[in-house]
């Protein structure tokens, strides 16, 4: 299955590491028991890419700066609603004989 960001098709990332962070509230009970709920569990995603194509940088670069949430649907056919990570856009050149290539890296996270 193909990966799509925001209803656009991009290039499926070599990696994609995914991590969640639970957002937990503690609260002492007048009983002295105490009570923890668990507020949100929110998964975040460092997508990398090796070797892209100008043109694969281009469609990358504008579903990093797209803003606000949209939909990614990673290769099992999974789909999140998630936002851009800020300030995690990397792309590094690569020189290669048959023309310059890119290593791209950015991140995203469940909204």
């Given at each position: 299955?193909?990966?799509?960001?925001?209803?656009?098709?991009?290039?499926?990332?070599?990696?994609?590491?995914?991590?969640a962070?639970?957002?937990?509230?503690?609260?002492?009970m007048?009983?002295?028991?105490?009570?923890?709920?668990?507020?949100a569990?929110?998964?975040?995603?460092l997508?990398?890419?090796?070797?892209?194509?100008?043109?694969?940088?281009?469609?990358?670069?504008?579903?990093?700066?797209?803003?606000g949430?949209?939909?990614?649907v990673?290769?099992?056919?999974?789909?999140?609603?998630?936002?851009?990570?800020a300030?995690?856009?990397?792309?590094?050149?690569?020189?290669?004989?048959?023309?310059?290539?890119?290593?791209?890296?950015?991140?995203?996270?469940?909204?």
């Open positions: 299955m193909a990966t799509t960001l925001g209803g656009t098709t991009i290039p499926t990332p070599v990696t994609y590491p995914d991590s962070d639970d957002s937990i509230v503690q609260r002492r007048a009983n002295g028991t105490l009570r923890t709920t668990v507020i569990n929110n998964r975040k995603w997508l990398s890419w090796a070797g892209m194509s100008s043109a694969n940088v281009t469609t990358l670069r504008g579903r990093y700066t797209v803003g949430t949209m939909a990614f990673n290769e099992d056919s999974e789909t999140y609603t998630v936002a851009v990570t300030n995690t856009w990397q792309c590094t050149p690569v020189p290669l004989a048959a023309g310059r290539r890119w290593d791209v890296t950015f991140g995203l996270t469940e909204v």
